[in-house]
């Protein structure tokens, strides 16, 4: 168990398409354990494994209801819509509206390598899209309507 450094708004790897992952080895539980660390130490309510510098399809979040950890998560269904404000570890001090599903169903593997579905609304919906973006090299900027006032509460 580790934390890891996190990678800002700038750095190129948070552009780029991250990999699915085949095996879930060591490497990838140990991954999933540091970013859970990760996303506690610096108070996110998720993280992508690129903003740990790494390009693999791993997410992790925990909306204040345990970790969850998600491996090649991919939404399957979204429903309805819903402007909320986002923030992200990667982009410190800086906080925006963005229009996202109101609603979401997501598989994924767990670390043991089961295929799980979720479904999301509110807090969690976002997360999961926030997160599923970031292996797209996408940032909530990207899609911002409009920047927001920082409140210290956003994740
Ligand atoms: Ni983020």
């Given at each position: 168990m580790a934390i890891r450094q996190i990678r800002y708004e700038g750095?190129?790897?948070?552009?780029k398409v991250s990999r699915e992952v085949t095996e879930i080895n060591d490497r990838i539980i140990t991954l999933l354990e540091d970013m859970i660390d990760t996303m506690y130490e610096y108070e996110g309510v998720g993280l992508a494994a690129p903003q740990v510098?790494?390009?693999?399809r791993v997410v992790v979040i925990d909306i204040g209801e345990g970790p969850i950890k998600l491996i090649n998560p991919e939404i399957i269904e979204e429903e309805g819509e819903i402007i909320d404000v986002e923030g992200c570890l990667s982009i410190p001090g800086r906080a925006g509206n963005v229009k996202r599903p109101e609603k979401v169903k997501v598989k994924y593997l767990d670390e043991s390598g089961e295929e799980k579905i979720i479904e999301g609304t509110g807090l969690l919906a976002k997360a999961l899209c926030h997160e599923i973006d970031h292996l797209n090299g996408i940032l909530y900027i990207d899609k911002m309507i409009e920047e927001v006032e920082l409140d210290e509460d956003e994740d």
């Open positions: 750095d190129p790897i948070l552009r510098g790494v390009l693999r």
